[in-house]
Nanobody, 119 residues
Framework: QVQLVESGGGYVQPGGYLRLSCAAS????????MGWYRQAPGKQRELVAT???????NYVDSVKGRFTISRDNAKNTVSLQMRTLKPEDTAVYYC?????????????WGQGTQVTVSS
């Protein structure tokens, strides 16, 4: 079982900065992939960024060059630095953890944190 708790969401003007954090209840070094997803009103959940246990990262095209995902194994946290925020970044952001098992992939989700970008 993995519990994930997000923090750092809020209201920011376009061009602003926010840093989201996700605290895991287990050692993240044992988790294959951690990442951030988001869901805007009326839209499906989409991938924002992922980071593997080996440190490899992937980003959705719309955030490349603006967002940075990182992990701190000592603190069991994953962060998402969001720079030059745009109104279209407005969404509920969810922390995600994926673990590969013999039976398949187990996915865990946090409760989400709201990010609102508006003037």
């Amino acid at each position: 079982q993995v519990q994930l708790v997000e923090s750092g969401g809020g209201y920011v003007q376009p061009g602003g900065y926010l840093r989201l954090s996700c605290a895991a209840s287990v050692s993240i070094s044992s988790i294959n992939t951690m990442g951030w997803y988001r869901q805007a009103p009326g839209k499906q959940r989409e991938l924002v960024a992922t980071i593997t246990s080996g440190g490899g990262t992937n980003y959705v095209d719309s955030v490349k060059g603006r967002f940075t995902i990182s992990r701190d194994n000592a603190k069991n946290t994953v962060s998402l630095q969001m720079r030059t925020l745009k109104p279209e970044d407005t969404a509920v952001y969810y922390c995600n953890a994926k673990l590969s098992t013999y039976y398949g992939v187990d996915a865990y989700w946090g409760q989400g944190t709201q990010v609102t970008v508006s003037s």
